[in-house]
């Protein structure tokens, strides 16, 4: 594997900005970059980048050997200035020294590789990357941690020492150990690790909930500035903005940072009769988006103001019930009365009230601050199981006599802990048979 | 005749034809491998033109023989040359080098796809020999019997020939791990084995094969020290014999049992080959006379009435049942132990082999549980005419001094006479990853090995694995598709794919917890499971099919005639399909409602009801998998280039180097994940190689 190389803040201007780069072997290169050599690892040292002979910046680095770093490869870090020359001229020394750029994950993937990280906390990183709220970290950082491991594999473990009475009293009923007695402890214990389980998993909460996105879409009449409101609300420029009506033709989606939840801001072209043939399917696709919408910002300006009634119609008539009416162009005219904010994309006017409002829409779903866990549905489906399997052998040993039915509360002990397989690795019959010749005394 | 005294061997040979020995004296010690063919042939071309010379003679001097005595002198005469001529040609189909449990079952196997094969032993008398405890079956072990009965294979045939006590284990417990216990005749046993082989084509040589015949990574024989055999395939099925060694206490005897000898030469040639090869060890106790043993101060366990029977197959005639007996060591027996422990070869250090967990010496018990203050001993009768007890409990390579004493202070044992001591044997075995499904090694074509030798115990593991070895040798010669068994449909299954996926770190022993089917793999329905897939394949005769079918007819007819009849129970009144899937059921009372007596059946159908919900989703498990698991693995696909499999998975999987996606999934430590990845590469690997076809062709 090579050395690879990535920006690991924002692009963009910034104080600072920071390159990590990792690869077996790769700080054999530093020395060709500094001015003079380092020689700590996990040491902060202030160095003058210079490449071909030439001084690039004054940066700070940092370097990690193998394996003790978070890839469990050779690392080093370099704090620059965060201006966009410096950061292509970084780039570009690199690319220099053979190194390339990471693709997406690809840190994190060697850490997995090389056992750093399991492949749970890897998928979690990268949520953690992408997280919206601090109560979502907090429930990413439970699985990364390998809190989430920890509890499951004491759980496991759990099943295990059942299955180690009853696989017990099954293959080795001739055996001088009286495999029989010690099973009327499993019921109970059964009940007991039920009890725990749900508890356990009523901690959860399920990514797909909440990563699916709050959708808002914004319409209006053709230039009315909807673009504009667009990429205020997201703080840079994204739509295509221009005067001329119906500049917007596709949607543009983008992720939306507001007190911190996520949506999708959809902006539209216009709703309105064209024979233009692109921008019509363009309005049929609009009128599915508002069907699908938490909420919908009307946008119209003071020449377009007779249009709202209709529009409002519209947006009703797809079945949207959170609606803001927003006066754009307020910096230009204000009419007197107006059922909504005004707003100027221009001077940023009343923004922070919008935002609010629509934050607003967010918050009827927050993370509980009991669900420590943020995990995949498929784990959930895992746990259903592995729940349903247990309460399985409690009926039949509520209602039977044990050596009756031993045979199949094995069986769903073990599939009840296979279930969890995947989280916490196999144990293979080889393992369980480990157990009890380590725990009984077998043997003839 | 001086010349023959160029042999080492003079004394062994010189019972056969001196040419012969002449050449094979020649061939062993200096020639290469193909003069001694060409000598062979030299030999054969000479004994026949010796016979024919003789009946030239004969027919010029005499004339054509006119009386029907002479006619018949000639045609047997000729049928004596014929028998010759196919003795002398040493050429066979298969040969399987060893007669042990595995030997037998493999040399059965290729005799009754109609192949020749030959078993080499060091002592014929020693065929069938059962050199533990004297008994077959137990939990999973009995799967295994009944599984090989219902291909056709002969151990549960000999073991109702010999059994003297039958025992059901788990009996009140269900079906799926009930297993049918036999202790048997030991000399009883061996002889039914002998008077099986008997029966058949196997060619049987007493002989110690000292090398192998290779070329290519092809195996075309072996060497023995009277003479070589060309085969298409070999069988090694050699045991503990393998550099074994045994330990009495501080003293060590090289051997492979009880005073016989170890092979050394084959082991060295073996590991000429590069195989992994690892070393284990194995003990046994001391054998007692009955006549000295105070039995009426154990307890006594009877055998089970009326007298199950091992064989799926036909009526048994059972020999006079007895009894077997339980004691117990108490802390007098601790105390000497303890004090001497020291002394034991396993505990000074000279014993490297790993010794099975659930098989410890009685020194490890007292080691390992010094709680314990009693352990239980089962005395195992060696037999209905021999006075003889096998002490099943107290296995040990204390030396003999300290066996004599702690011995006696076992209740009932105070005065007893012991024949032989205790025993740990230590030997070489050959890490069975190194071989396919088929027992086949991977390296080395047409080399098959079977039982001890990869690293398990027990005869039923053994003799399961030589029919599989000899089954699909026999495959391989006649060109057929290989026979494959699989988790879902057999413990011998079960056994084979764990061998050849996981390895062994301690002699591998069947157990029921080992199958995940297990709801499926019942003792009873192994013919259900089995017979069918090897009649197809050949291995199962017309007459055991037509006995198969017509005990299914059978049931057929029951299922067909009673599961709606309304059956009472309490006050309500059910269907009988219904009300057997409560477990709680008194089926007895059932099957008094139904006026039947057809236990059998009646059973059947009641555990298929207990059982439905289960079995149902199992199958549709084995479905599912069956699809996605059957994907063969390219061998030219690269773990080390596949991203996103961890390190320590690619080391796995390319020790294990696993033939399709589901031998990978079984693997330790190799997650779903790691499996869907593999699946991708695999699904990518095929595109291009397509891709790459394609242009080919086009261009």
Known sequence: MGTIFALATPVGQSPICVFRVTGQGCLTSLHEILDSDVDKARVFYKRSLVWQGSFVDTVGLVFFESPSSFTGEDSFEVYAHGSLPIMSKIVSVFEGCGFTEAGPGEFSLRAFKNNKISLVEAESINDLIRSGSSNEAAAISGVFSGRFESQINSLSERIDSLRVLVEGAIDFSDEDEDFESHLSAVLPELSLLLDDLVAFFGGFAFREEVFSRKKVVIVGPPNVGKSSIFNRLLGFERSIVSGVPGTTRDFITSGFLSGGFSFDLIDTAGLRITKDDIESSGISFAKKELKEADGVVIVVDHKTLGELDNLRETVVSCGVENIHVVLNKSDLEKPKSFPGHYVSALTGENFSKLRNALADLASDQPLDKNQSFLVRKRCSFLFESCVEHLKNAIGKLENDEFSEVVDIVAEDLRLCRSSLDEVVGKKLPDDVLGDIFSTFCIGK | ?699
């Open chain 2, 1 to 699: 005749m001086s010349w023959v005294t160029f042999s080492p061997h003079f004394v062994l040979v010189s019972s056969y034809h001196p040419v012969e020995s002449l050449f094979i004296n020649f061939s062993i010690s200096f020639y290469p491998q193909k003069i001694k063919i060409f000598l062979r042939v030299v030999y054969i071309a000479y004994t026949q033109v010796y016979f024919a010379i003789k009946f030239l003679v004969a027919l010029v001097f005499r004339g054509l023989p006119t009386e029907k005595t002479s006619l018949i002198t000639i045609t047997i005469n000729i049928y004596i040359f014929i028998l010759l001529y196919k003795q002398m040609i040493f050429e066979f189909d298969a040969v399987v080098v060893g007669g042990g449990h595995a030997g037998y079952e493999a040399a059965h196997a290729l005799h009754r796809k109609g192949l020749r094969a030959a078993m080499i032993t060091l002592d014929k008398s020693k065929v069938g020999q059962m050199s533990c405890n004297p008994a077959i079956g137990g939990l999973g072990k009995t799967h295994l019997v009944r599984e090989i009965d219902a291909c056709g294979g002969i151990i549960a045939e000999a073991t109702d020939l010999s059994g003297i006590q039958y025992r059901t284990l788990n009996s009140r417990k269900g079906a799926s791990v009930q297993s049918l216990r036999t202790q048997c005749d030991r000399q009883k046993f061996a002889e039914s084995i002998q008077k099986i082989l008997q029966r058949t084509s196997i060619e049987i040589f007493e002989d110690e094969v000292v090398d192998l015949l290779i070329e290519n990574q092809t195996v075309f024989g072996v060497e023995g020290i009277k003479r070589s055999y060309s085969a298409k395939t070999v069988i090694l099925t050699t045991g503990t014999f393998l550099n074994g060694i045994m330990f009495y206490g501080d003293k060590q005897v090289e051997g492979g049992r009880h005073t016989e000898e170890a092979s050394k030469k084959l082991a060295k040639r073996l590991s000429s080959f590069k195989l992994p090869m690892g070393r284990l060890k194995t003990g046994t106790p001391a054998r007692i006379k009955t006549s000295t043993i105070d039995l009426s101060t154990m307890e006594e366990q009877p055998g089970e009435t009326p007298t199950p029977q091992m064989s799926l197959r036909e009526k048994a005639k059972h020999l006079p049942q007895i009894s077997c007996f339980i004691t117990r060591t108490n802390t007098k027996t601790h105390k000497i132990i303890a004090k001497n422990i020291q002394k034991s070869a396993m505990f000074s250090g000279k014993i490297k082999g790993i010794g099975p967990r659930y098989c410890p010496s009685i020194e490890d018990k007292v080691a390992k549980f010094p709680n314990k203050d009693s352990h239980q001993i089962f005395i195992e009768p060696e037999g209905l005419t021999v006075d003889l007890a096998y002490p099943n409990g107290i296995s040990s390579s204390l030396p003999t001094k300290v066996q004599d004493e702690f011995i006696r202070t076992i209740k009932g044992l105070e005065n007893c006479e012991i024949t032989n001591y205790g025993y740990a044997v230590e030997y070489d075995f050959v890490d069975p990853r190194a071989l396919r499904k088929t027992l086949e090694l991977k390296n080395i074509n047409n080399l098959f090995l079977a039982g001890q030798i990869n690293g398990t115990t027990g005869y039923e593991e053994a003799a399961a694995q030589g029919m599989v070895a000899g089954i699909n040798a026999a495959q391989k010669i006649l060109n057929e598709e290989k026979v494959f068994f699989e988790r879902s449909n057999s413990y011998i299954g079960v056994l084979v794919d764990d061998l050849t996926n996981h390895g062994v770190t301690e002699p591998y022993r069947m157990f029921t917890s080992r199958a995940e089917h297990r709801l499926m793999l019942s003792q009873d329905n192994a013919e259900q499971r089995l017979t069918k897939i090897l009649y197809e394949k050949g291995f199962v005769d017309n007459k055991h099919l037509e006995s198969f079918k017509s005990k299914e007819l059978a049931y057929e007819i029951f299922v067909q005639e009673n599961h709606k009849r309304k059956v009472k129970i309490g006050n309500q009144t059910k269907q009988l399909q219904e009300a057997l899937k409560n477990p709680q059921i008194n089926k007895q009372d059932l099957l008094t409602q139904l006026g039947s007596t057809d236990q059998t059946n009646f059973e059947r159908f009641a555990n298929q009801k207990k059982y439905e919900g289960y079995i149902k989703r199992q199958q549709a498990q084995i479905e599912k998998d069956k699809k996605n698991h059957k994907k063969p693995i390219p061998n030219s696909l690269k773990y080390e280039k596949i991203i996103g499999l961890s390190n320590e998975a690619t080391e796995k999987l390319n020790q294990a180097k696993p033939e399709t996606l589901g031998d990978a999934a079984r693997l330790e430590g190799i997650t779903p994940a790691t499996i869907s990845t593999i699946s991708l590469e695999i699904l990518k690997y095929e595109k291009t190689n397509y891709r790459k076809a394609k242009i080919k062709n086009e261009s």
